[in-house]
């Protein structure tokens, strides 16, 4: 019995990595030069740097011990550090009642309370219907902590109005926290700790893409092939089986004959492989699902370290990032004493001014733009640039209709399985991620069908 894999993220690999214990026949088809998709570490010079900031936190105790068996002991637990710059000042974020209120003036923090009890007060007699991001958000927090920065910040990675995203995006990213969370931790002592408020994680001491590649060299060793540097081309259907897989890579065009397929590349690319064609219908609504790009600006300095954040958020307009993390924080082997380097994020449209802009043009907008926000700085040693033109799902507003059209034409055919971000269209988590390969792979071995994204997304399933 032969599995192929589509795409060499952790998700996919997960699955091969559990059927591959299990003794089936897996290959992975990976369009990259290496595994990992965006849990990927890279090199420049001594350097080593992430696809943006990475951090290993889960609930399944099973998960954990088997991640640490797998780092053998490279594997740290780091306190959590991020915070958001807002008004020329850094907020704690997850949200501190006394430090965010404080930061940002007495006026201010004033009406975010005022606001935020006003709302819940008034949706206890009229409640403010779950229409969008917009509304979802400021029923929670009420509109001053909104205008200040969920709306900007929302607006700025998406480039879309929040009002045009769906609910669905605040419901999987910060229903688990509201103001009151952040009040009521301030006065009182919780025993349930949110997972929005994990405050500690583990983290591989040279860089996330430590897992994924042992992953992948446990899949070599137990008999697996993981082909990189080849996009698929073709995936074959018949009689509402897939009967094989076609590549295309430095060797030219291959094919491989498989019993059954887990797909975690993006849903567009997908539906445009499929032989024979989906209904028109059907390609039309993988066309209207949309992912955002990013644009990582890496500036490399000659300085200990710029924060002692592993990562700052910016909503506000007046610079391009919406990101910014330094590796060094995470692992101190991640750079050389007396130089770190900085992870500049920018979500874009493939296509778009960002995307297209030349090089030095992008590195001299985030120097100034770090100047200007956090610090002033060194003269930046070398910079360079990485684009990643599926970074994350968006949910704009009558999504889920596309989506719920591709599920069930994909649904039919009877030996093909979509797990991962984008095989979901779903933004989850690293663990979420890797159990969703794992529950594929179980699938396949016990020839049951698990309701992957479901049981992933409420954890404790590993085994």
């Known amino acids: 019995m032969v599995t192929v894999v589509l795409g060499g993220g952790l998700a996919g690999l997960s699955a091969a990595w559990k059927l591959s214990e299990n003794g089936s026949d897996v290959v992975v088809i990976e369009k990259e030069s290496g595994v990992g998709g965006l849990a990927r570490t890279c090199s420049f010079g001594d350097l080593r740097y992430d696809f943006g900031p990475h951090r290993f936190h889960t609930k399944d105790n099973g998960l954990l011990r088997t991640i640490e068996k797998l780092c053998r002991g490279d594997l740290i637990l780091r306190e959590r550090k991020s915070q958001i710059c807002l008004k020329g000042k850094l907020i704690d974020y997850p949200l501190r009642a006394r430090n965010a209120f404080f930061s940002l003036g007495f006026s201010t923090s004033v009406r975010i309370l005022w606001d935020y009890f006003s709302i819940r007060l008034r949706n206890m007699f009229f409640p403010i219907p779950d229409s969008s991001f917009e509304s979802w958000t400021i029923k929670r927090f009420g509109k001053a902590l909104y205008d200040i920065y969920f709306g900007p910040y929302t607006a ?61 060299d446990e899949i070599v060793r137990k008999g697996g092939k993981i082909i990189l540097n080849s996009k698929v081309i073709e995936v074959k259907v018949n009689s509402r089986r897939v009967e094989a897989v076609m590549y295309e ?38 066309r209207r699902l949309q992912y955002r790009a990013i644009v990582f600006v890496y500036v490399v300095l000659r300085m200990e370290h710029v924060t002692q954040n592993q990562w700052i958020y910016f909503p506000e307009a007046d610079v391009m990032f919406n990101r910014v993390s330094e590796p060094k924080n995470f692992s101190s082997e991640m750079t050389p004493e007396n130089e770190t380097i900085l992870c500049v994020e920018t979500t874009c ?11 030095g043009d992008l590195c001299k907008r985030v120097v100034d733009g770090l100047q200007k926000k956090i610090v002033e700085m060194p003269k930046a040693d070398q910079w360079f640039v990485r684009r990643v033109e599926y970074a994350y799902p968006l949910y704009a507003k009558g999504y889920e209709t596309d989506l719920k059209e591709m599920r069930s034409y994909l649904s039919s055919i009877e030996n093909l399985m979509l797990i ?44």
């Open 249 to 286: 890579g430095k060797e030219g065009r291959k094919s491989v004959q498989c019993d059954h397929v887990i797909s975690s590349i993006p849903l567009i690319e997908l539906t445009s492989v499929l032989q024979p064609k989906p209904p028109l219908d059907i390609l039309e609504a993988s």
């Open 420 to 463: 991962g971000r984008n095989g979901l269209f779903r933004y989850s988590n690293m663990d979420h991620s890797m159990l969703m390969g794992i529950l594929a792979a179980k699938s396949i071995l016990e020839g049951a069908r698990y309701d992957v994204e479901r049981v992933a997304s409420e954890e404790g399933y590993f085994g």
């Open 156 to 216: 700025k990675i998406w480039g879309i109005t929040p009002v045009s995203i769906s609910k669905d995006w605040a419901a999987q990213r910060i229903s688990l926290m509201s103001l009151g969370d952040a009040i009521r931790r301030a006065l009182f002592r919780s025993k349930e700790v949110p997972r929005t408020y994990v405050s500690t994680f583990y983290y591989p001491t040279r860089g996330i893409g430590e897992i994924p590649e042992r992953i992948a």
């Open 349 to 359: 449209d493939k296509g778009d001014e960002i995307w297209n802009s030349d090089d």
